[in-house]
């Protein structure tokens, strides 16, 4: 269409659309491949859609849109499709005379507001379920209508689709085989293709023809918009139109069909025939487009716009052939609510009716019973993962339990989501970032080397491959069986090398024939000699790897693909313990634990296993957590969890026996603080820690009035409470208590003081609240502080401050207590004490939260003097507090810190963290001020006044954690991402958070809500 065309100017549109319909509006002109489209818009705010046709147009084609448009909104009043405006006269289709005395049509149709799809980002599964529920429930609204149009020769009609063999010169080798891939299916399926259901469609629910709500948070499909593409032919051809454009820019395309799958499926029953054909049309709509393209590149050799609208589209189809048909087959049927596998069902039946045993077998060990052995992530028997990777250990436990049940075969593990596969084979990136492989497919029967194996039915050889190498299937077989109706495969993994060679393909084995026998540790490619045995219904084009786990998103499938083997062995017992669900979790906890506990996230997580950076769920999926300072040296690590297991095996008692750990903790700790610090407390809590440093500071001066930061926290116990305005200024909380005074929160950033001085004047607030105090005829018991406020949301204080505030509080007779709960331990990079980056020295020094990497322990490091005074006679007892166990594991804490650099690390590390994320705020200026020091960073969201925007920060909060990435929030305001890690965060750890906060910035809600 020529838009300087003078038949189709904005002029001429507003006066068409005067003479015609007798409305005043301002038009605007909309993109449009065949009609010249125009928005219009009147002064009483209502908007139209005025569609000028080309000159000669048929108008039974337009006649088939109108109809089609008034029929849906006729027979189905709840979905939402474009008006029908009809003339002055009545008409649905009006007619004129262009300035070159040819007929043109004119068509006014009502405006959906929104937004189209391809300018929504992102777009979530919620939003295409929407998208194939709108299509469906179109299709559904349409049944019934017809139109002699709709039946027309037409190449956007994938049925059509043949016409593109002509043209597949246009094209370059690589790219003629992938569309020749897609036709040549298609061409030999024709037959039953063409007596698939059909009706009319819409036949085009393209990026730029779905409106959406505005709404950023939750968007929702609303309407479908241009008809001209609607056609009679098979219904599944709308599904595949649906995907092929919703599932385009995702790295996994199959996993982003499904909700459009299940959407449609919902509003508009699919048939199990019809599913079959959907990949293939799928990749059929996208050989189509890429062939309009190529010829419309012909047609316009140098618009640019075609070269860039194809890339997707090759892209897609190229890792859509890439994609298994028969996978992406089982994904639409189980989306379906269908067996995921066809023959699911028949295999069952079959089963159930057939009687075999494990003797069949296992003849040699003659034992038909099995006794569970739990390799679940949330297993105790296997432990550590350094232990279940020690060959020797792992061995060891299997004999101990096998001699303690001597009648049975150990066996396990189908469907079990295991921790076991660390390696990064197992690993991928999805669409919703790093995914896992985790849940076992087969069943594991521990049992000697060299046991025999035999076939339990006939079955000849489609497999027989010996792959060397650790977490491999070592000698691998697979036998495919035959019954009446069906074929089926099963498989054997970790047999000896010698089994291998000695075995062919094609071979056939007779039921009751030895087909290998186990591998030994050292040719298994495995753990301890095991075989692992899997049944498939198919083998979808695997051949050496077919896969024995699986991620856990696809285990619908999966299972499908692949059934259990107790099915056939009838042996029941190989399920473990069902643990309690998460709603049975979470419903306890609502009658039988205190309200005020909280969960984090909206749907909260179950967290089994800690490694490292890493929190695991019961499913084995890892979340990369960017919170936790407690696992200070890493969650779980293993020589920590050694020192405390160790020590636990041999005493845990109180201080009042002699004991070496206390002292070698001591002298430990003692390493790291100044001098003047010479006196340690033990306790279980930081809020213990604080208890005691209060305790002792009142002691000392005789005095009870402490001087707390705003929004600092500094405990859960009474006087902790008492401190903390946090609490007490926060929700049920009642202000600040009669000895309690609280300065302003010394924020440089959003704080009452900013600029210059900002150090000076804070410190003057402190020097204020003792005047109150003095004027009230007391005086200072302390001062308590957080290096960086935590809880005020990472706030650093500015430089000078704390000396000058130490110097009022020391000048009026008070101790100066710093509360290193969250910032001690080597975290600030740096120094290994947050006071140290301020150049003071406290009385007292509070330790906490990463002593015990987990486990209770705490500390109150003082001054000779005040531990001194507080000695007043009565002594100090705490049950706990300083007990073999945790003194050995907080030795261990301290000696990884130091062994593995950690402090180092946090710099390195935080340095790097800190730099990019502030290149990120500059590009995304919702990220106010990033601060810290260290691991222990936070980054402040704000509107462009510097007003809090504690949704944004929820919303990005919730985000990451769909990206397997958890943080945390806080502030007054609750508008400060927490970045304070396990310190053993890596640099690659940090680029998967940086890369992933930048996708999740550029998403519509944080970008368009920012103002
Ligand atoms: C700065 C600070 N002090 C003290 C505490 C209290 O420590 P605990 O929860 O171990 O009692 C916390 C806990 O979050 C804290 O952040």
Same mark, same amino acid.
């Given at each position: 269409?020529?838009?300087?065309?003078?038949?189709?100017?904005?002029?001429?549109?507003?006066?068409?659309?005067?003479?015609?319909?007798?409305?005043?509006?301002?038009?605007?002109?909309?993109?449009?491949?065949?009609?010249?489209?125009?928005?219009?818009?009147?002064?009483?705010?209502?908007?139209?859609?005025?569609?000028?046709?080309?000159?000669?147009?048929?108008?039974?084609?337009?006649?088939?849109?109108?109809?089609?448009?008034?029929?849906?909104?006729?027979?189905?009043?709840?979905?939402?499709?474009?008006?029908?405006?009809?003339?002055?006269?009545?008409?649905?289709?009006?007619?004129?005379?262009?300035?070159?005395?040819?007929?043109?049509?004119?068509?006014?149709?009502?405006?959906?507001?929104?937004?189209?799809?391809?300018?929504?980002?992102?777009?979530?599964?919620?939003?295409?379920?929407?998208?194939?529920?709108?299509?469906?429930?179109?299709?559904?609204?349409?049944?019934?209508?017809?139109?002699?149009?709709?039946?027309?020769?037409?190449?956007?009609?994938?049925?059509?689709?043949?016409?593109?063999?002509?043209?597949?010169?246009?094209?370059?080798?690589?790219?003629?085989?992938?569309?020749?891939?897609?036709?040549?299916?298609?061409?030999?399926?024709?037959?039953?293709?063409?007596?698939?259901?059909?009706?009319?469609?819409?036949?085009?629910?393209?990026?730029?023809?779905?409106?959406?709500?505005?709404?950023?948070?939750?968007?929702?499909?609303?309407?479908?918009?241009?008809?001209?593409?609607?056609?009679?032919?098979?219904?599944?051809?709308?599904?595949?139109?649906?995907?092929?454009?919703?599932?385009?820019?995702?790295?996994?395309?199959?996993?982003?069909?499904?909700?459009?799958?299940?959407?449609?499926?919902?509003?508009?029953?699919?048939?199990?025939?019809?599913?079959?054909?959907?990949?293939?049309?799928?990749?059929?709509?996208?050989?189509?487009?890429?062939?309009?393209?190529?010829?419309?590149?012909?047609?316009?050799?140098?618009?640019?716009?075609?070269?860039?609208?194809?890339?997707?589209?090759?892209?897609?189809?190229?890792?859509?052939?890439?994609?298994?048909?028969?996978?992406?087959?089982?994904?639409?049927?189980?989306?379906?609510?269908?067996?995921?596998?066809?023959?699911?069902?028949?295999?069952?039946?079959?089963?159930?009716?057939?009687?075999?045993?494990?003797?069949?077998?296992?003849?040699?060990?003659?034992?038909?019973?099995?006794?569970?052995?739990?390799?679940?992530?949330?297993?105790?028997?296997?432990?550590?993962?350094?232990?279940?990777?020690?060959?020797?250990?792992?061995?060891?436990?299997?004999?101990?339990?096998?001699?303690?049940?001597?009648?049975?075969?150990?066996?396990?593990?189908?469907?079990?989501?295991?921790?076991?596969?660390?390696?990064?084979?197992?690993?991928?990136?999805?669409?919703?970032?790093?995914?896992?492989?985790?849940?076992?497919?087969?069943?594991?029967?521990?049992?000697?080397?060299?046991?025999?194996?035999?076939?339990?039915?006939?079955?000849?050889?489609?497999?027989?491959?010996?792959?060397?190498?650790?977490?491999?299937?070592?000698?691998?077989?697979?036998?495919?069986?035959?019954?009446?109706?069906?074929?089926?495969?099963?498989?054997?993994? *970790? &047999?000896? $090398?010698?089994?291998?060679? !000695?075995? /062919?393909?094609?071979? %056939?084995?007779?039921? #009751? =024939?030895?087909?290998?026998?186990?591998?030994?540790?050292?040719?298994?490619?495995?753990?301890?000699?095991?075989?692992?045995?899997?049944?498939?219904?198919?083998?979808?084009?695997?051949?050496?790897?077919?896969?024995?786990?699986?991620?856990?998103?696809?285990?619908?499938?999966?299972?499908?693909?692949?059934?259990?083997?107790?099915?056939?062995?009838?042996?029941?017992?190989?399920?473990?313990?069902?643990?309690?669900?998460?709603?049975?979790?979470?419903?306890?906890?609502?009658? *039988? &634990?205190? $309200?005020?506990?909280?969960? !984090?996230? /909206?749907?909260?997580? %179950?967290?089994?296993? #800690? =490694?490292?950076?890493?929190?695991?769920?019961?499913?084995?999926?890892?979340?990369?957590?960017?919170?936790?300072?407690?696992?200070?040296?890493?969650?779980?690590?293993?020589?920590?969890?050694?020192?405390?297991?160790?020590?636990?095996?041999?005493?845990?008692?109180?201080?009042?026996?002699?004991?070496?750990?206390?002292?070698?903790?001591?002298?430990?700790?003692?390493?790291?603080?100044?001098?003047?610090?010479?006196?340690?407390?033990?306790?279980?809590?930081?809020?213990?820690?604080?208890?005691?440093?209060?305790?002792?500071?009142?002691?000392?001066?005789?005095? %009870?009035?402490?001087?707390?930061?705003?929004?600092?926290?500094?405990?859960?116990?009474?006087?902790?409470?008492?401190?903390?305005?946090?609490?007490?200024?926060?929700?049920?909380?009642?202000?600040?208590?009669?000895?309690?005074?609280?300065?302003?929160?010394?924020?440089?950033?959003?704080?009452?003081?900013?600029?210059?001085?900002?150090?000076?004047?804070?410190?003057?607030?402190?020097?204020?609240?003792?005047?109150?105090?003095?004027?009230?005829?007391?005086?200072?018991?302390?001062?308590?502080?957080?290096?960086?406020?935590?809880?005020?949301?990472?706030?650093?204080?500015?430089?000078?401050?704390?000396?000058?505030?130490?110097?009022?509080?020391?000048?009026?007779?008070?101790?100066?207590?710093?509360?290193?709960?969250?910032?001690?331990?080597?975290?600030?990079?740096?120094?290994?004490?947050?006071?140290?980056?301020?150049?003071?020295?406290?009385?007292?020094?509070?330790?906490?939260?990463?002593?015990?990497?987990?486990?209770?322990?705490?500390?109150?490091?003082?001054?000779?003097?005040?531990?001194?005074?507080?000695?007043?006679?009565?002594?100090?007892?705490?049950?706990?507090?300083?007990?073999?166990?945790?003194?050995?594991?907080?030795?261990?804490?301290?000696?990884?810190?130091?062994?593995?650099?950690?402090?180092?690390?946090?710099?390195?590390?935080?340095?790097?963290?800190?730099?990019?994320?502030?290149?990120?705020?500059?590009?995304?200026?919702?990220?106010?001020?990033?601060?810290?020091?260290?691991?222990?960073?936070?980054?402040?969201?704000?509107?462009?006044?510097?007003?809090?925007?504690?949704?944004?920060?929820?919303?990005?909060?919730?985000?990451?954690?769909?990206?397997?990435?958890?943080?945390?929030?806080?502030?007054?305001?609750?508008?400060?991402?927490?970045?304070?890690?396990?310190?053993?965060?890596?640099?690659?750890?940090?680029?998967?958070?940086?890369?992933?906060?930048?996708?999740?910035?550029?998403?519509?809600?944080?970008?368009?809500?920012?103002?």
């Amino acid at each position: 269409m020529n838009y300087s065309d003078k038949n189709t100017s904005k002029a001429l549109a507003e006066k068409l659309l005067l003479e015609n319909y007798g409305i005043i509006g301002f038009a605007q002109k909309l993109p449009g491949e065949i009609d010249a489209n125009f928005k219009i818009e009147t002064a009483q705010k209502t908007s139209y859609v005025l569609k000028i046709s080309r000159a000669q147009e048929d108008i039974a084609y337009l006649d088939l849109q109108q109809k089609l448009l008034q029929y849906a909104a006729k027979s189905n009043p709840e979905i939402c499709v474009p008006e029908v405006v009809l003339d002055t006269k009545g008409k649905a289709i009006s007619t004129f005379e262009d300035e070159n005395g040819q007929q043109r049509s004119l068509r006014l149709l009502s405006w959906i507001p929104g937004r189209i799809w391809s300018s929504v980002n992102p777009q979530l599964d919620e939003l295409r379920f929407g998208l194939g529920l709108q299509c469906g429930n179109l299709t559904a609204t349409l049944q019934g209508f017809t139109h002699q149009k709709a039946l027309r020769n037409f190449d956007w009609d994938l049925a059509q689709a043949l016409w593109v063999k002509e043209h597949v010169h246009l094209f370059s080798l690589s790219e003629i085989e992938c569309i020749n891939y897609f036709l040549l299916e298609f061409e030999s399926n024709k037959k039953a293709y063409d007596v698939l259901r059909k009706s009319v469609i819409h036949n085009d629910a393209n990026d730029n023809n779905i409106v959406v709500s505005d709404d950023l948070i939750t968007p929702k499909v609303k309407a479908l918009i241009d008809y001209g593409d609607a056609v009679y032919s098979q219904i599944i051809n709308d599904v595949a139109i649906a995907c092929a454009y919703a599932i385009l820019h995702h790295r996994d395309p199959l996993t982003a069909a499904i909700p459009v799958v299940k959407g449609y499926h919902s509003a508009f029953k699919l048939a199990e025939e019809e599913l079959d054909f959907l990949y293939n049309l799928i990749g059929i709509r996208l050989v189509i487009s890429v062939c309009k393209s190529a010829i419309n590149k012909i047609k316009e050799p140098n618009n640019d716009y075609l070269l860039i609208s194809e890339k997707p589209a090759w892209e897609l189809l190229y890792k859509w052939k890439n994609t298994n048909k028969d996978f992406a087959s089982y994904q639409f049927r189980a989306a379906c609510n269908y067996n995921a596998h066809p023959k699911e069902a028949a295999f069952q039946q079959w089963a159930f009716n057939n009687s075999f045993s494990l003797v069949d077998v296992f003849p040699s060990i003659q034992k038909s019973k099995i006794h569970p052995l739990d390799l679940s992530v949330s297993s105790k028997w296997i432990g550590h993962e350094v232990e279940f990777n020690d060959l020797d250990l792992f061995e060891y436990k299997l004999q101990k339990l096998q001699k303690e049940h001597t009648d049975a075969i150990l066996a396990g593990g189908y469907l079990e989501p295991r921790p076991l596969y660390t390696s990064t084979d197992f690993d991928s990136i999805g669409n919703n970032g790093r995914m896992s492989r985790t849940i076992h497919l087969g069943v594991d029967y521990w049992l000697p080397e060299k046991t025999p194996i035999h076939a339990f039915l006939d079955g000849e050889v489609v497999v027989a491959n010996y792959c060397e190498g650790f977490k491999n299937y070592g000698g691998l077989i697979i036998l495919k069986h035959q019954t009446s109706t069906f074929e089926f495969y099963s498989l054997y993994g *970790h &047999l000896s $090398k010698e089994s291998i060679e !000695q075995i /062919k393909k094609q071979q %056939k084995f007779k039921k #009751g =024939a030895c087909i290998g026998y186990l591998g030994s540790q050292d040719e298994n490619g495995s753990w301890a000699t095991h075989l692992h045995f899997q049944l498939m219904l198919s083998i979808l084009g695997f051949e050496n790897d077919f896969p024995g786990v699986a991620y856990h998103e696809q285990i619908e499938v999966w299972k499908s693909i692949c059934p259990d083997p107790a099915l056939l062995f009838k042996t029941n017992e190989t399920e473990i313990k069902v643990d309690s669900s998460n709603k049975e979790l979470i419903d306890y906890r609502k009658q *039988h &634990l205190g $309200k005020s506990l909280s969960l !984090q996230y /909206k749907v909260p997580i %179950k967290m089994v296993r #800690g =490694a490292g950076v890493y929190l695991m769920d019961e499913h084995g999926t890892k979340y990369l957590d960017t919170v936790n300072n407690v696992a200070h040296v890493g969650h779980e690590h293993y020589a920590v969890v050694k020192a405390g297991q160790e020590q636990m095996a041999l005493i845990n008692t109180n201080t009042r026996y002699l004991h070496e750990n206390i002292n070698v903790l001591a002298k430990e700790l003692l390493k790291t603080l100044p001098k003047k610090l010479s006196v340690l407390h033990f306790v279980n809590s930081g809020s213990e820690a604080n208890e005691l440093a209060l305790r002792m500071a009142k002691s000392f001066t005789g005095q %009870k009035d402490i001087i707390a930061s705003e929004v600092g926290y500094h405990g859960n116990t009474n006087a902790c409470i008492d401190i903390s305005s946090y609490k007490f200024d926060g929700k049920g909380g009642s202000g600040a208590p009669e000895y309690t005074q609280i300065f302003p929160l010394p924020d440089a950033y959003r704080g009452a003081y900013r600029g210059s001085n900002t150090a000076e004047n804070y410190s003057m607030e402190v020097g204020r609240c003792i005047e109150k105090i003095q004027k009230k005829g007391r005086n200072v018991a302390a001062f308590i502080i957080e290096p960086i406020i935590s809880c005020g949301g990472q706030i650093e204080l500015p430089e000078g401050f704390l000396e000058a505030s130490y110097q009022k509080i020391r000048a009026a007779g008070g101790l100066c207590i710093s509360d290193e709960v969250q910032t001690g331990c080597g975290r600030m990079g740096k120094t290994y004490w947050g006071f140290q980056l301020h150049g003071v020295v406290p009385d007292i020094v509070t330790i906490g939260k990463p002593l015990g990497n987990g486990h209770p322990i705490a500390a109150v490091a003082c001054t000779q003097e005040v531990a001194d005074t507080f000695a007043n006679g009565m002594e100090f007892f705490n049950t706990f507090g300083g007990n073999p166990v945790s003194c050995a594991i907080a030795t261990e804490v301290l000696k990884t810190v130091e062994r593995e650099q950690l402090q180092k690390n946090a710099l390195v590390i935080g340095d790097y963290l800190k730099s990019e994320l502030n290149k990120l705020a500059m590009e995304f200026p919702i990220l106010g001020n990033v601060r810290g020091q260290g691991l222990f960073l936070g980054i402040e969201l704000v509107d462009s006044k510097q007003n809090p925007v504690p949704k944004q920060t929820d919303y990005l909060l919730n985000r990451m954690k769909e990206y397997g990435i958890l943080m945390s929030s806080d502030g007054p305001d609750h508008n400060v991402l927490k970045i304070k890690p396990p310190l053993v965060f890596s640099k690659e750890n940090a680029d998967e958070l940086l890369s992933t906060l930048e996708k999740i910035l550029k998403e519509d809600y944080m970008r368009l809500s920012f103002k």
